[in-house]
């Protein structure tokens, strides 16, 4: 008795625990094709589980087996494996057709695979109603849907290989335990003892849970993975866009300062033209001396060109969610988690997404760097006086007083050599000019910091 305790509860335990560590992933920025069903297996975990705890309740109080309560079992067994399934399923068809298969698969389609497998699981659940157990279920939902789990998982495997060999084979074990799983427990009856060992096939099935949930936590970790490389490739295009900031600086600079003798050379030009009088010679050198700084003048121009950055196209954006995403981009770091967000609901903007998320990330990764372990950076979003507010504030050392002034200034920097260009704020800075936004800036050497963006509210002429 006391061993069957233990046995169910563990049992329970390993796939409620399985289906809490998937839900507890976010998973919401991922673009692995997986993570847009594996709440379906979390949902099995938490609900199987739930049932496992049943079944031990019901041998530990046999009075409470009534046809009622068999019938709710019965239900909960059947609606967790019908998840299983559908995640054995879509997960098959995304190995094979590709992460967006799900998303190219037309709506008439999923409903009537969502129908046929609904109907299946009514169908067994009203067959085994009268017999009191869930061996057609069993039979015909678990087993297929473990399968289909269990290869598609080791399947899937190849996916995650980019990002780690090891990452792979945890979910090549979490498919082989799998489908051990609808082995034992789609076809081998719950009452079977294993010869020799004399051990109920409960037993066996506890342990694939375990090895289930252990492996799949395991696998988990390549959204991490996957958030990191996310992180690396965003700060990489942020640094390209500072070099392309200052070359853009450093051009305007030498078109302005080429344009100034420029003009006195053509000035000085007309002049000596009037001079020269019909001299041919004179007037000769005095037309190549004026097409050579013409064409001097056309280069100064392109370079202008160059600097100036081309216009993208705005369109309405809710700044919540892009410090949401510019915040989960930088949870993976070393003191991301002492960033706390406190956001209202704010009216949409009107923008470029990616050009803010690189102004919030700038903003938050000084934030970070001025800050110890035991510091905060509070984000609050809010209305006032009808523009979208954002106000990030640090409890870190601080900035001085000489240095408050100078801090959107292109290429001055605080920070050691090789540890920042310069950049960050003047080009955030002149994304946020470019919204019709503001920034102020507040801090004391003594510590703290409190930087404020607002933007424009969207209205209908934008």
């Known amino acids: ?59 530990l109080k046999p009075s409470i087996k009534t046809p009622l309560f068999s019938l709710f079992r019965l239900t909960v067994v059947s609606i967790s494996f019908l998840f ?18 799900l998303s190219r698969t037309p709506r008439i389609v999923k409903a009537m695979i969502g129908v046929s497998a609904l109907s299946l699981i009514l169908l067994t659940t009203y067959l085994d109603v009268g017999t009191g157990h869930d061996i057609t279920t069993r039979i015909f939902v678990a087993f297929p849907g473990g399968m289909l789990s269990g290869v ?79 992180v690396n490739e965003k700060l990489m295009r942020f ?26 050379v053509s000035l000085n030009v007309e002049m000596l033209k009037d001079m020269a009088g019909h001299d041919s010679k004179v007037m000769k050198k005095l037309d190549a001396i004026e097409r050579n700084t013409d064409r001097a003048s056309r280069i100064a121009r392109e370079l202008l060109h160059f600097s100036r950055e081309k216009e993208a ?59 110890d372990r035991e510091d905060s950076i509070e984000i609050e979003t809010f209305l006032e006086n009808g523009s979208v507010t954002v106000m990030i504030t640090d409890t870190g050392h601080g ?27 003047s080009v955030g800075y002149n994304i946020i000019k470019q919204h019709g936004g503001e920034i102020s800036l507040v801090s004391s050497e003594y510590g703290g910091t409190i930087v404020t963006v607002s933007f424009p509210v969207m209205t209908n002429d934008n």
């Open 313 to 371: 196209e705005m369109e309405p954006v809710d700044i919540n969610l892009v410090i949401r995403s510019s915040c989960n981009l930088l949870r993976s770091q070393d003191k991301g988690p002492i960033i706390q967000l406190s956001m209202q609901k704010v009216p949409d903007i009107m923008g470029i997404f990616w050009k803010l998320e690189e102004v919030f990330i700038n903003l938050l990764i000084n934030s970070i760097d001025a800050c």
């Open 152 to 230: 598609g998982l080791v399947i899937y495997s190849r996916t995650v290989r980019p990002f780690s060999m090891n990452v792979a084979r945890n979910f090549i074990f979490a498919g082989s335990c799998m489908i051990c799983y609808a082995l034992l427990s789609g076809v081998i009856p719950s009452d079977v003892i294993v010869p020799l060992l004399g051990v109920k096939v409960i037993f066996f099935r506890g342990l694939s849970a375990f090895f289930i949930m252990f492996f799949t936590i395991r696998a988990l970790s390549v959204f991490s993975l996957e958030q990191r490389e996310l």
């Open 1 to 59: 008795m006391v061993l069957n305790f233990v046995l169910y509860l563990l049992y329970g335990l390993a796939f409620f625990t399985l289906g809490v560590a998937i839900l507890s992933r976010d998973v919401r920025l991922s673009e692995l094709g997986i993570a847009r069903i594996i709440w379906l297996l979390a949902l099995f975990g938490i609900i199987h589980g739930f049932h496992e705890w049943l079944a031990l309740l019901e041998q």
């Open 399 to 425: 900035i001085g007083e000489d240095d408050l002034f100078k801090v959107f200034d292109p290429f001055y920097t605080t920070k050691e050599i090789g540890k920042g260009t310069g950049l960050g704020l």
């Open 239 to 264: 640094s390209q866009s500072e070099k392309l900031a200052s070359m853009g600086v450093l051009a305007a600079g030498i078109a302005h300062e080429i344009n100034n003798p420029l003009t006195n």
């Open 84 to 101: 299983l399934f559908y995640f054995g399923l879509f997960l098959n068809i995304i190995t094979f057709y590709g992460d967006n298969a």
